[in-house]
């Protein structure tokens, strides 16, 4: 319905450079906005890439001091040796105060086992325990895809005399136990089969026997 | 958030409703200047789609009003007087009709938007009460007593052609 009321209003129009002003100002806020996202965007990229390399950096760090396998050399004195998923050496136990001076005095940390154990056996601090007719008792803890491997490795690998290597597989949750008894996961491993033949022997009568003395009893306590 | 192309789009199409609207509220062209730039950002930054450019141009009519209402409730403006509103007169009229725009324009506020959406804009009293979120029959009560008004002021033949 047009009518004067319509006329009157119809007079009035937006001028060209209230248009342009308006159109401006919306241009530039649109420009300031996009760079304020991207800005923001940057940052968030850039925050997200550096707790990336720091969640991998600990990541990495967690991987390579996570223990994943065991190695327990009993002769007596015990050495527990633990090492990472690349089977290099992240820790060394020393159980009784012989092998704690014999591990205060080596360095095999970060070595392969292989090359660990070889150095420790040749290491002057514990040759005056290693006789003719000792006994080298390995236990091996470790993911069953590589006992076989590793098991193989130490027979085969050792610088020593075959004929005194004897390696058991040893299961993982006697580790734990093993610690809390204050022995090696190989000693704890021979009282736990020592411990079947004869219930009455305890952990304290064979704590300070050597891994020779331990099979004789088990030789023993077998043939009867 | 839209695009530029669309801000422009949206001021080739609604700037002369929004100057209209600014003409029954403001006094003054820095106002005026202030509201079409918020009523445009704010269609930008609008991301729901219209269903249909009458729903688009209801929602321009609706911010625009509410800008033009917030800018006259603010603070400053309720304790100052802004210096180029007095004596500034809007010269955008042919003289012919500057004396029925001076009556609208005499209206009290409740009545100017609803004359305006009516004998303007073309909208129905339904419309306009949903424009304006307002009751219908209050509506029609508006208008009523507007065109009462008016017609004492200028005479009823400003309701014809």
Sequence with gaps: ?224 | MRSEIEAERAISLYADTVKRICFLYMKNNSDTEDIFQNVFWKYVLHSVEFENQEHEKAWIIRVTINECKNILKSFFRTKTTVLDEIGEQPDIVKEDYSYVLDAVLGLQKKYKDVVYLFYYEGYSAVEIAKILSKNVNTVYTLLSRARLILKEKLGGGIFEK
């Design chain 1, 1 to 224: 319905m047009k009518n004067k009321i319509y006329d009157a209003f119809d007079k009035i129009k937006a001028d060209d450079s209230l248009k342009r002003n308006t159109e401006n100002f919306i241009s530039k806020k649109i420009s300031n906005k996009s760079k304020f996202h991207r800005r923001l965007m940057l940052k968030r990229v850039l925050a997200f890439a550096c707790v990336l390399l720091i969640l991998l950096g600990i990541g990495g760090y967690k991987t390579y001091y996570t223990e994943a396998s065991t190695i327990s050399i009993d002769i007596n004195p015990s050495i527990e040796i633990g090492l990472n998923y690349f089977d290099r050496v992240i820790s060394v136990k020393g159980f009784g105060e012989d092998a704690g001076n014999i591990v205060k005095n080596i360095d095999i940390k970060n070595k392969k086992y292989l090359d660990a154990i070889n150095s420790l056996m040749k290491a002057e601090c514990l040759q005056r325990f290693v006789s003719e007719k000792c006994t080298i008792m390995f236990t091996v803890v470790t993911d069953k895809n590589k006992e076989e491997r590793m098991v193989n490795n130490i027979k085969g690998g050792l610088h020593y005399k075959k004929e005194s290597i004897v390696c058991y597989l040893g299961n993982k949750q006697y580790v734990e136990q093993a610690h809390v008894e204050g022995l090696s996961v190989g000693k704890y491993r021979a009282y736990l089969q020592l411990s079947k033949l004869n219930s009455e022997i305890t952990i304290d009568d064979i704590r300070n026997l050597s891994m020779r003395e331990i099979q004789a009893m088990i030789n023993s306590y077998s043939k009867k």
